[in-house]
């Protein structure tokens, strides 16, 4: 896999942009949106089904995931299927959930050797 090289120090505009993409996916509905869009494209009513919240929520929440162009729309008749834009975003879910992993294992180790009070 080729790795893009992003300057060092990061200059401002590019700062922010990365700010911006981060306080988008810092939003555990669209996380939820996005994992949901893992199963392939799906309308509005699809992704209210199956994270179990509004469909004004959701739209809204998707609409804030196309203006970041984390998901594309398609329309279709009267309904639109969204899909996820860039699969690259799975990539950096692994990145996390990983670090996620070997931190609660690591917690889990220290708690089993503490003594008990």
């Known amino acids: 896999m080729a790795t893009n090289h992003l300057p060092h120090p990061l200059p401002d505009p590019l700062v922010d942009l990365i700010a911006v993409r981060f306080r988008v996916l810092g939003e555990p509905t669209r996380l939820?949106?996005?994992d949901a869009l893992?199963?392939?494209p799906a309308t509005v009513?699809?992704?209210?089904?199956?994270?179990?919240?509004?469909?004004?929520?959701?739209?809204?929440?998707?609409?804030v995931l196309l203006d970041s162009a984390m998901v594309t729309r398609t329309k279709h008749g009267t309904s639109a299927r969204y899909a996820i834009a860039d699969p690259v975003l799975f990539e950096?879910?692994?990145?996390?959930?990983?670090?996620?992993?070997?931190?609660?294992?690591?917690?889990?180790?220290?708690?089993?050797?503490?003594?008990?009070?």
């Open 32 to 34: 939820k949106l996005l």
């Open 38 to 40: 893992r199963d392939g």
């Open 45 to 63: 009513l699809d992704l209210q089904a199956k994270i179990g919240t509004s469909q004004q929520n959701v739209s809204k929440h998707l609409g």
């Open 92 to 117: 950096l879910c692994e990145q996390v959930c990983g670090s996620l992993r070997r931190q609660v294992a690591q917690l889990g180790s220290l708690w089993e050797g503490a003594p008990v009070r």
